[in-house]
């Protein structure tokens, strides 16, 4: 990745080396190229060193063309900055700017960097606390909402004493944590109906269906505790319409294959 930008010094001009080529014949075109020189080494990012690519040194030509500069020009150029010793040459003909740490602003990208660090650090800060926040809301949302469930389980509905009671009646093993027979059981409760309700309600359609063949299948949850609840509470003793007796309609009612 290439710098930026390089640091050059306003005191340059004063320098006894830049001074004596200014005076030469070519002197101005001689600092285009050593400034140029400069920005090349920037751009290439690596410790000075000035290449096409790691086993590609640049030529005269290939400067002269990059420069737009003629070739002798560029040839002539080289030849003094490395006699001034502002320039190197290495064997593999790899150009390397002499003392490339005076023309890096270190200071000022020291400064990024530490900037750079201390912004990703507050971001990924503000990320862990957000990730902090959105777990304990969530742990707090789904604890309150089970407590809530639990505490209304054990303190109003008491799913257990109904399906026991309903097991202990027909000889069944239903469970109370049926997440279907809670369904039926609450929705109602909510209607307001009591635990001796549905203990009524089952022992109505026990008296009715209990030894009957064909509507002793129906003494479960979903049918007992369904919507038609209500109207099996109003059965007076046991007393059933020939409407509701009717096993081939209920079947029907309730999807169940007959």
């Known amino acids: 990745m290439s710098v930026k930008w390089i640091k050059l010094s306003t005191q340059m001009f004063e320098d006894e080396k830049i001074r004596l080529i200014e005076s030469m014949p070519e002197g101005d075109t001689i600092l285009i190229i050593w400034v140029k020189l400069l920005a090349q080494a920037?751009?290439?990012?690596?410790?000075?060193?000035?290449?096409?690519s790691e086993n590609i040194p640049y030529t005269d030509e290939m400067l002269a063309t990059i420069f737009n500069r003629p070739l002798n020009v560029v040839r002539m150029a080289l030849k003094i900055l490395q006699e001034f010793g502002m320039i190197g040459i290495s064997n593999e003909h790899l150009i390397i700017i002499t003392n490339w740490e005076k023309h890096?602003?270190?200071?000022?990208?020291?400064?990024?960097?530490?900037?750079?660090?201390e912004r990703n650090k507050r971001y990924r800060e503000r990320k862990k606390q957000a990730t902090l926040r959105e777990d304990k809301n969530d742990d707090v949302s789904v604890t309150s909402r089970d407590d809530a469930d639990i505490d209304k389980d054990i303190d109003n509905i008491p799913y257990v004493e109904i399906v026991t009671y309903l097991n202990n009646a027909v000889n069944t093993n239903y469970r109370h944590t049926t997440k279907k027979t809670k369904e039926f059981i609450k929705a109602r409760w909510n209607e307001g109906f009591r635990l001796e309700d549905f203990k009524t309600v089952i022992n109505i359609k026990c008296k009715e269906w209990l030894?009957?063949?064909?509507?002793?299948?129906f003494l479960r949850p979903e049918t007992l505790f369904g919507t038609k609840f209500e109207s099996y509470l109003n059965q007076k003793g046991g007393a059933i319409s020939e409407k509701d007796n009717d096993s081939r309609k209920i079947a029907k009612e309730y999807n169940i294959p007959f």
Do not use: C, D, H, P
Not at 42 to 52: C, D, E, H, P, Q
Not at 211 to 217: P, S, T
């Open 211 to 217: 030894f009957n063949e064909n509507m002793n299948k």
């Open 104 to 117: 890096q602003n270190i200071e000022g990208m020291e400064r990024v960097r530490k900037l750079n660090a």
């Open 42 to 52: 920037g751009k290439t990012n690596a410790s000075g060193y000035i290449y096409l």
